[in-house]
């Protein structure tokens, strides 16, 4: 039976009402588990982060601030909880690099060659060598699935500050 046009509007009401329901019940991971994780909210495309939100990890960018105690643990990280920089974070994404074309390199390949590119870009990035320094980076790497069907090549180096809330850039802070 297809609705009449008297009982179309009603319908689309509770559609709403259920909707509007599951996004402001807490029950919206209902909805980002079918939908997935959203863009990260900026000012303007490639703009700064906006507000706080677990956004896609591919749309992440350098600059960008994360909460590391909201970040899933776990091999397969698919959204990242990223805030403006001028509320209180641990972790900034510094550096960003794309690896050519090419078969999978292999995991040990592809963390040697984050660590190589990203321990290069720490000094120039916090003003302070890595042994100086109070904090240590980690690197968001592809994984063999993403690199074969998503052409995913990118390794992304986050600065960290392990749990130590700061605001603001960590550029240039010397420490």
Known sequence: MTPTRSTRRPLVLVVSAVALALTTSGCGAVLDEISGPAEAQRDEPGGEVT??????????????CIVTAKLTDGENVESVPVVPCSEPH???????????????????????SADEFCLGEFESFVG????????????FTPLEKGWNTMDDRVIQCVIDTDGTDVTGTLEGSAS
């Not at 302070?128 to 690197?139: F, G, H, I, L, T």
């Open 128 to 139: 302070v060598s890595y042994d100086e320094s109070a904090y240590y980076y980690w690197p």
């Open 90 to 112: 641990d972790a900034e994404v510094y550096a960003e690099t794309e690896l050519p074309e090419g078969d999978f390199p292999g995991d040990e390949a592809l963390a040697a």
């Open 51 to 64: 507000a706080a939100s677990d956004a896609d990890v591919f749309s992440i960018q350098v600059g960008d």
